[in-house]
């Protein structure tokens, strides 16, 4: 496989103007550049923006007030007026839908980035460093992994309060030891590698050796871990939520809109399927995204 | 002799292990003159690696553990340099190229960041200088379209690229003494002349001293000027490489040169000359001689080890074939 710049696709190398050369072909332009030929990874990119824009502007666009109550307009199904029906207090799910997508997407993607870059520094250091790093960082986790998660979160919810923050907070405390140890483990196979024993050989230090030379490969792992993790966090707060102390009622949240809509499954079966579906289309959607990027990421798929 | 790069008196390393400690390389001395091309040879697991590693700094801790009595380079004694120290060293003033250009490479990473790495590390320059720089190291390690090269990735390479492209890493500080373990092993022969006729051109513009690990009599013919041939962690002869080849004075380097394969011997139906028996194990070395199990010329004095015994010109074997009379006897002096 040759490799040609798309500075001078055509010309012979001693045609080509010397300063070219020296211009960086940016990994970000390559990335994007690869990014963009993966047909599913744009379609759940655009899905996502525009879940975004929704969220984002959702007091402009819903059609409805999200907490109005009209007891005369309970679990109707899907009409011209509301176009996904509307819940047990006569509210229209399709506005509350686009509420909680605000809460669901910030809670499915900060605390696994959280957890993510916690997970992974854990895990380089512990992988590369062994001994005695290695032995703590690891008896840490084992601890956050044999206890039981649900627990942990909700002691953290209940100590600290039910607030958006605490809930990133204790996503990120259950959530970074299983990241910490699958890095962990790649580590360890890379640290074997000839080309870190030639990083060695070029007096490069540790600390660049982790993050100039092993990060890098741990990328893409990373990627697929956190489009694995969004629809886990949005679970687990719609948990935290079912059980009272995460998002708090009137408040929307996908998860909560389910627990909550699932009573009525057989009056008014949209009040539950249709944030059900939501959080199916955005876990899918970010799935595409994650695969693009995995793709996009790694040089050898790469031309 | 005094215009040696590197000087290396007793060098040993052991390795603490469940059993007790083995003694992978045993107090080993030998020279590398400026501008010289030294040879390592010897069958795998006599310990060149393990030399040039231990050279390095980079035997793995803490199981590891290098001792010598003096190890000069370029006049500067480095056997007392802590971690950092050998780190500033590494790259700088000693480089290295391994055997497996496929590999060292690392895949997610543009070749030119990673030959410019050193000029980073060591003079901290910026981005820019490092991309020119590394294109006239492409250039003079002849890899073709080098300007279109520098943003390739690994995969893209062929393996003599790669190699290539090692050497280029290897030589981008300029460093006194480049350690070439096993460096054309993986590649095809062609390839392998290339990079071969590559090194020893770079040796004469630019002066850098070569060691080169090699199990390879062929390369060390062409290669070297001077030649030390390892046996189970100790160097058993030492020579310059006609001698060496004029009048092998070991049994174990006359039984090297013995199963090189002939072309103009018709040999239908023979088997190819080896030498019978393997490396011991370093934990469960024979007395005396360590080549002695499989030597052909084993006399009884050989259950005592032998010293390295000079004959004419510099030419040293460690057998008690060529021991001066009046130490046979009693030749265990240290």
């Known amino acids: ?303 | 002799m005094a215009d040696n790069i590197l000087s290396v008196r007793g060098l040993t390393t052991e390795f603490s292990g469940g059993r007790g400690d083995v003694r992978v390389l045993d107090d080993l001395s030998f020279d590398v003159g400026r501008g010289r091309i030294v040879g390592l040879v010897g069958e795998s697991g006599s310990g060149k690696s393990m030399t040039a590693l231990s050279l390095m700094g980079l035997v793995p801790q803490p199981q590891g553990r290098v001792t010598a009595r003096s190890i000069l380079l370029d006049g500067t004694e480095i056997s007392r340099l802590g971690p950092a120290g050998m780190r500033a060293l590494r790259g700088r003033d000693i480089a290295m190229v391994f055997q497996e250009p496929m590999t060292s490479l690392n895949p997610v990473r543009k070749v030119w960041e990673q030959v410019g790495e050193p000029l980073a590390i060591h003079h901290g320059l910026g981005r820019r200088a490092i991309r020119a720089r590394v294109l006239e190291m492409f250039e003079m390690v002849g890899i073709p379209d080098p300007k279109t090269r520098l943003d390739a990735y690994p995969h893209q390479l062929s393996g003599g690229l790669r190699q290539r492209a090692m050497i280029a890493m290897g030589l981008i500080c300029e460093p006194k003494l480049l350690i070439a373990d096993e460096p054309t092993t993986a590649l095809d022969v062609t390839t392998q002349a290339q990079i071969l006729r590559l090194m020893r051109e770079l040796r004469d513009r630019v002066g850098t001293s070569i060691i080169m690990i090699t199990h390879d009599l062929g390369i060390i013919a062409e290669m070297c000027d001077e030649v030390n041939v390892m046996y189970a962690g100790q160097i058993v002869e030492q020579a310059d490489v006609f001698d060496l080849f004029e009048k092998p004075s070991h049994p174990y380097t006359r039984g090297l040169l013995a199963s090189i394969p002939r072309a103009t011997e018709p040999r239908a139906g023979r088997r190819m000359p080896s030498i019978p028996g393997m490396v011991p194990n370093l934990a469960k070395l024979p007395p005396g001689c360590r080549f002695s199990p499989r030597c052909a010329e084993a006399m009884p004095i050989c259950r005592r080890p032998p010293d390295l015994a000079t004959l004419d010109g510099g030419h040293v074997a460690r057998c008690w074939l060529h021991a001066a009379p009046d130490t046979r006897p009693m030749g265990e002096t240290a």
């Not at chain 1, 990874?41 to 059609?63: E, H, K, N, Q, T």
């Not at chain 1, 992974?120 to 290695?134: C, F, K, N």
């Not at chain 1, 966090?233 to 909560?256: D, H, K, R, Y």
């Open chain 1, 1 to 303: 496989m040759t490799h040609t710049s798309d500075l001078a696709p055509d010309l012979p190398p001693d045609l080509a103007p010397a300063h070219e050369a020296l211009e960086e072909a940016s990994f970000l332009r390559d990335t994007v550049r690869a990014f963009r030929r993966n047909r599913m990874a744009m379609v759940g990119l655009a899905f996502v923006v525009a879940l975004v824009v929704c969220a984002v502007f959702a007091p402009w666009i819903s059609p409805h007030d999200p907490y109005r109550v009209a007891l005369d307009e309970q679990l109707l199904g899907p009409s011209r007026t509301y176009w996904l029906g509307t819940d047990n207090f006569g509210r229209d799910v399709l506005t509350r839908i686009l509420y909680g997508a605000r809460i669901s997407l910030v809670v499915g993607i900060v605390p696994s980035l959280i957890s993510l870059a916690i997970g992974a520094v854990m895990g380089i250091l512990s992988g590369y460093l062994g001994g005695r790093t290695d032995f703590v960082v690891m008896r840490l986790a084992d601890m956050m992994i044999a206890f039981p998660s649900l627990l942990l979160a909700m002691v953290v919810m209940y100590t600290l309060g039910a607030n958006l923050l605490n809930i990133f907070l204790a996503l990120a405390l259950v959530g970074w030891a299983s990241v910490a140890r699958v890095v962990r483990s790649q580590t360890l196979a890379l640290r074997e590698k000839e080309f870190i024993e030639a990083a060695r050989a070029n007096g490069t230090s540790r600390s660049r050796i982790m993050f100039g030379h092993i990060f890098p490969n741990v990328i893409p792992t990373l990627i697929v871990l956190f489009s694995l993790s969004i629809p886990e966090a949005i679970m687990w707060e719609s948990s935290l939520s079912f059980l009272g102390v995460g998002v708090q009622p009137p408040e929307a949240s996908w998860g909560l809109l389910v627990a909550k809509g699932k009573e009525y499954m057989f009056q008014a079966p949209t009040v539950a399927i249709a944030p059900g579906i939501a959080i199916l289309l955005t876990v899918l959607a970010f799935n595409f995204i994650g695969d693009g990027l995995r793709d996009a990421l790694d040089p050898s798929m790469k031309d």
